[in-house]
């Protein structure tokens, strides 16, 4: 504790009526930014910070005081009152936030002289409040439940000192005054005068770069980057693994008994697979293929929202992927859809690490269904069977050809049909080892 600073609030949870929505954003901004503040990720250092619940201040104008949802006050040592005063509401409403609560609340901040407002919401901003806010120099904050989240990572995006790419700041901007967008997997979106951004670092640091504070770099904690973590795995790596995984499981030519891999790995490690028949009672969407929560270690599979066993058991592997790649150093849970299937989360935001985990969990998958060594000799097998010729344009090779596309589809349904994996799959899985040459375009094709 740096002398000469006021003594800091006990560590507490904060003290909400559950029945009232609003006291429900509130105790979760104010969870948030404890987290933010007590593990050093937030702007300013722990020392420095005072997170208050309800605080009140001083009004002139009223004669009497101001209670305010939250605040974030910034001490330096020696002072008789904040260098800097953070006043946060949290407006927690069916609908955006409309230009009235703006007026109103930069009305209240005038009156007690802060430094600073931030408006919360989890439903976003009417296009003028959001104007409003900006134009007179206050903070939006947007914030996404967790529980709504296909991918609950480790150190969540608030946390990153480094906002999201470039490129995608104009559509994360959009997304401020878009009532009905949800986050797959951030927390937050922050927006002011000096822009948009995921991290609350970046954001607090721009509110105070506002205020005339002279020396900010004594106060704030050291520049850091969370994102960035996932490392790059070569392609023979994670055919390694898998074959490692498969053990003497894998006899060639047929399909990998997943059931039984699975129970070896309970039995070894504790993981439990649960195969639910119905969605009915359960906080999923009928899109949801699996999931996988790392710290329960289970993997849930939702048999209704399949389209056939092969997509299950596609799905299976790429949780198990997840798993045996040690995915859990990065992600809480992972939720897998029929798009993440094919490799590329889709999103309004380029995700970096998530693409990389979703990348080696789908080749890992791959590669346990369908085991490069095995599924080349059976390439082989039904290539000589169908007395196919290489005419240098590779050993399967499909373009607009009615002759060539039907060769191809005969040899991808023989293949799909011993290793239990879709056509798609199949394809894609010929594409990977280099012995497909499909000039018909890219595959619109899904696993």
Same mark, same amino acid.
């Given at each position: 504790?740096?002398? +000469?600073?006021?003594?800091?609030?006990? *560590?507490?949870?904060?003290?909400?009526?559950t029945?009232?929505? +609003?006291?429900?954003?509130?105790?979760?901004?104010?969870?948030?930014?404890?987290?933010?503040?007590?593990?050093?990720?937030?702007?300013?250092?722990?020392?420095?910070c005072?997170?208050?619940?309800?605080?009140?201040?001083?009004?002139?104008?009223?004669?009497?005081d101001?209670?305010?949802?939250?605040?974030?006050?910034?001490?330096?040592?020696?002072?008789?009152?904040?260098?800097?005063?953070?006043?946060?509401?949290c407006?927690?409403?069916?609908?955006?936030?409309?230009v %009235?609560?703006?007026?109103?609340?930069?009305?209240k901040?005038?009156?007690?002289?802060? @430094?600073? +407002?931030?408006?919360? /919401?989890?439903?976003g901003?009417?296009?003028?409040?959001?104007?409003?806010?900006?134009?007179?120099?206050?903070?939006l904050l947007?914030?996404?439940?967790?529980?709504?989240?296909?991918?609950?990572?480790?150190? $969540?995006?608030?946390?990153?000192?480094?906002?999201?790419p470039s490129k995608?700041?104009q559509e #994360?901007?959009?997304?401020? /005054?878009? &009532? &009905?967008?949800?986050?797959?997997?951030?927390?937050l979106?922050?927006d002011?005068?000096?822009?948009?951004?995921?991290?609350?670092w970046?954001?607090?640091?721009?509110?105070? *770069?506002?205020?005339?504070?002279?020396?900010?770099?004594?106060?704030?904690?050291e520049?850091?980057?969370i994102?960035?973590?996932?490392?790059?795995?070569?392609?023979?790596?994670?055919?390694?693994?898998?074959r490692l995984?498969?053990?003497?499981? @894998? *006899? *060639?030519?047929?399909?990998?008994?997943?059931?039984?891999?699975?129970?070896?790995?309970? !039995?070894?490690?504790? #993981?439990?697979?649960?195969?639910? !028949?119905? /969605?009915? +009672?359960?906080?999923?969407?009928?899109h $949801?293929?699996?999931?996988i929560?790392?710290? %329960?270690?289970?993997i849930?599979?939702?048999?209704?929202?399949?389209?056939? &066993?092969?997509?299950?058991?596609?799905?299976?592997?790429h949780?198990?992927? @997840?798993?045996?790649l040690g995915?859990q150093?990065?992600?809480?849970?992972? $939720?897998?859809?029929?798009d993440?299937?094919?490799?590329?989360?889709?999103?309004?935001?380029?995700?970096?690490?998530?693409?990389?985990?979703?990348?080696?969990?789908?080749?890992?998958?791959a590669?346990?269904?369908?085991?490069?060594?095995?599924?080349t &000799?059976?390439?082989?097998?039904?290539?000589?069977?169908?007395?196919?010729?290489?005419?240098? @344009?590779?050993?399967?090779?499909?373009?607009?050809?009615?002759?060539?596309?039907?060769?191809?589809?005969?040899?991808?349904?023989?293949?799909?049909?011993?290793?239990?994996?879709?056509?798609?799959?199949?394809?894609?899985?010929?594409?990977?080892?280099?012995?497909?040459?499909?000039?018909?375009?890219?595959?619109?094709l899904?696993?």
């Amino acid at each position: 504790m740096l002398k +000469g600073l006021p003594q800091p609030l006990p *560590s507490k949870s904060f003290a909400m009526n559950t029945t009232a929505k +609003g006291d429900k954003l509130e105790a979760a901004i104010y969870e948030l930014f404890k987290r933010l503040i007590d593990n050093g990720d937030f702007w300013a250092k722990k020392d420095y910070c005072r997170l208050l619940p309800k605080p009140k201040y001083h009004s002139r104008d009223r004669g009497s005081d101001i209670t305010f949802d939250l605040s974030i006050e910034i001490w330096t040592p020696g002072a008789d009152r904040p260098a800097l005063l953070y006043v946060i509401e949290c407006k927690d409403y069916n609908h955006a936030v409309p230009v %009235d609560d703006v007026e109103e609340f930069h009305d209240k901040l005038k009156q007690i002289q802060a @430094h600073k +407002g931030i408006i919360a /919401t989890r439903g976003g901003f009417q296009k003028s409040a959001h104007a409003l806010a900006k134009n007179r120099g206050m903070g939006l904050l947007r914030y996404f439940a967790p529980s709504r989240h296909k991918w609950i990572l480790e150190r $969540t995006t608030s946390a990153n000192i480094i906002s999201v790419p470039s490129k995608s700041l104009q559509e #994360l901007a959009a997304v401020m /005054t878009d &009532e &009905e967008f949800e986050s797959p997997v951030l927390d937050l979106v922050c927006d002011s005068t000096h822009g948009t951004t995921t991290s609350v670092w970046e954001f607090f640091r721009n509110l105070a *770069s506002d205020s005339a504070l002279a020396d900010l770099s004594k106060i704030e904690t050291e520049i850091k980057r969370i994102g960035g973590n996932v490392p790059y795995l070569e392609e023979t790596v994670i055919e390694d693994a898998a074959r490692l995984t498969a053990g003497i499981l @894998h *006899s *060639s030519g047929t399909a990998l008994d997943l059931d039984a891999l699975c129970d070896l790995e309970n !039995r070894k490690s504790g #993981l439990k697979v649960i195969k639910h !028949r119905t /969605t009915e +009672g359960l906080a999923v969407n009928k899109h $949801t293929l699996g999931r996988i929560v790392f710290d %329960d270690k289970i993997i849930e599979l939702f048999l209704q929202n399949a389209k056939d &066993e092969q997509q299950l058991r596609f799905t299976l592997a790429h949780e198990l992927g @997840h798993y045996y790649l040690g995915h859990q150093r990065y992600l809480k849970l992972d $939720t897998c859809e029929a798009d993440d299937l094919e490799g590329i989360p889709k999103g309004f935001i380029e995700m970096t690490d998530v693409k990389k985990l979703e990348w080696q969990a789908n080749r890992f998958a791959a590669s346990l269904l369908m085991p490069r060594t095995s599924f080349t &000799e059976a390439v082989a097998t039904v290539w000589e069977r169908l007395d196919m010729r290489n005419k240098g @344009h590779g050993l399967i090779f499909v373009d607009g050809q009615p002759g060539n596309q039907a060769a191809f589809e005969l040899i991808c349904r023989d293949l799909a049909r011993k290793f239990g994996v879709s056509f798609g799959a199949t394809a894609v899985r010929l594409e990977q080892l280099g012995l497909l040459n499909d000039q018909r375009g890219k595959l619109a094709l899904r696993p």
